[in-house]
């Protein structure tokens, strides 16, 4: 019997590397006009790359790509060190 997963593993390798990055940031709660700023890009450049992410991974929304970004950190996050994800066990 399989364990209870609360989702089902998106495919992040389907992402570009920007759409990771927007995920990342949107993970860090990044409204869109931030990331815009961040990434050297218009506000509707990033509200197409958070529609491309929704649509890649299935999702419902951004609510839920911020979850995933979260949940999923360790495997989105590329910094060395990072202590941003979220605690695991105890
Ligand atoms: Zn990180």
Known sequence: ML???PLNSP???TL???????LRL???GGSNRQMARWLGITERTTKAHISRIIEKL???GRIEAIFLANYY???LCTSAGC????????
Do not use: N, W, Y
């Open 83 to 90: 202590t941003s994800g979220l605690p695991k066990g105890q």
């Open 58 to 60: 299935k999702i419902t």
């Open 3 to 5: 364990c209870a997963t």
């Open 26 to 28: 949107l993970g860090r």
């Open 16 to 22: 570009t590397d920007r759409e990771l990055e927007v």
């Open 73 to 75: 950190h360790d495997a």
């Open 11 to 13: 495919d992040f390798s």
